[in-house]
């Protein structure tokens, strides 16, 4: 039987990034063949990867990344199950990797990017060698391409939350206007930019609402239905965009503040993820 050293156990380690026990059961295995090694220690992997698969990566980091002329941007939350592993340096490098890698190609959306070729293998298939080896399930759970006249990125709390807002316009002012809108957006997590974008699904249940707490204040019948309208209209104030109070100056909105930038500066959309929600 071949002797299986240290030196060459570490470089399987290096290799694979699996524990050194892994490494040297895997080389005895193979009777010290390294690539045989390597097809065993992938095997294995993507059999722990597959008992893990149903488990919630519900940690993890959001990264928001804009473009160098600022007329595209990626957001994409890249998972894991633990707070610990979180925090871990190779883990965040890991994530960070990943969105560097969605801003310089482009992927279209989430199964373009998990199809995309990334190291030698798919991402989809690094992801389950990450998962072998931490022990821990490693997933994309949301990816997101933004493309406008102008996008400004920003990324809150270590990563919790990673916003991307398109604009109209891409002069500095406006791109830094849009990074103070981003940063409002992950505060105050409105859920649209303007009335206009909110479904009529809550639009009807936020009158319906209306209705009910004016009834049950005892209103006339007659003044229900002005009521529950003026209830909508402080829904909207209150949790879409450009009608919220800006965080940095409450004496205007952030219609007012985007207008005292650039009369020209409007707010197109917005995408936001946040850890864990």
Do not use: W
């Not at 002797?3 to 490494?23: E, F, P, Y």
């Not at 610990?84 to 310089?104: G, Y």
């Not at 209209?233 to 800006?246: E, G, M, P, S, Y």
């Amino acid at each position: 039987m071949t002797t299986i050293t240290a030196s060459v156990v570490n470089q399987l380690r290096k290799m694979t990034g699996a524990g050194m026990m892994d490494c040297k059961k895997a080389l005895q295995e193979s009777d010290g063949d390294m690539d045989g090694a390597v097809d065993i220690l992938r095997k294995k992997g993507a059999a722990k990867a597959a008992k893990r698969a149903d488990r919630d990566a519900g940690e993890g980091l959001a990264i928001a990344l804009a473009s160098s002329d600022n007329s595209y941007g990626i957001v994409v939350e890249v998972n894991c199950e633990t707070d610990f592993v979180a925090k871990n340096d190779d883990f965040n490098a890991f994530a960070n990797q990943i969105a560097s890698f969605a801003l310089e190609t482009k992927p279209a959306d989430k199964d373009a990017l998990l199809a995309s070729s990334f190291e030698g293998k798919t991402l989809a298939e690094i992801l389950v060698d990450r998962t072998a080896v931490i022990g821990e399930k490693v997933d994309v759970s949301n990816y997101a391409l933004v493309s406008s006249e102008g996008v400004a990125a920003y990324n809150h709390g270590a990563n919790r939350i990673g916003v991307l807002v398109a604009l109209t316009t891409a002069d500095d002012a406006s791109i830094n206007a849009g990074k103070d809108v981003a940063m409002q957006i992950a505060a105050m997590n409105p859920i649209a930019v303007d009335e206009t974008a909110v479904s009529d699904e809550v639009k009807a249940k936020e009158m319906e609402i209306g209705r009910d707490i004016a009834r049950q204040e005892g209103k006339p019948e007659q003044i229900i239905e002005k009521i529950a309208e003026g209830k909508l209209k402080r829904f909207f104030k209150d949790n879409t965009l450009v009608h919220q109070a800006f965080v940095k100056d409450g004496s205007m909105t952030v219609a007012d503040f985007l207008k005292s930038v650039n009369p020209d500066l409007k707010v197109k959309s917005f995408t936001r993820f946040q850890i864990g929600a």
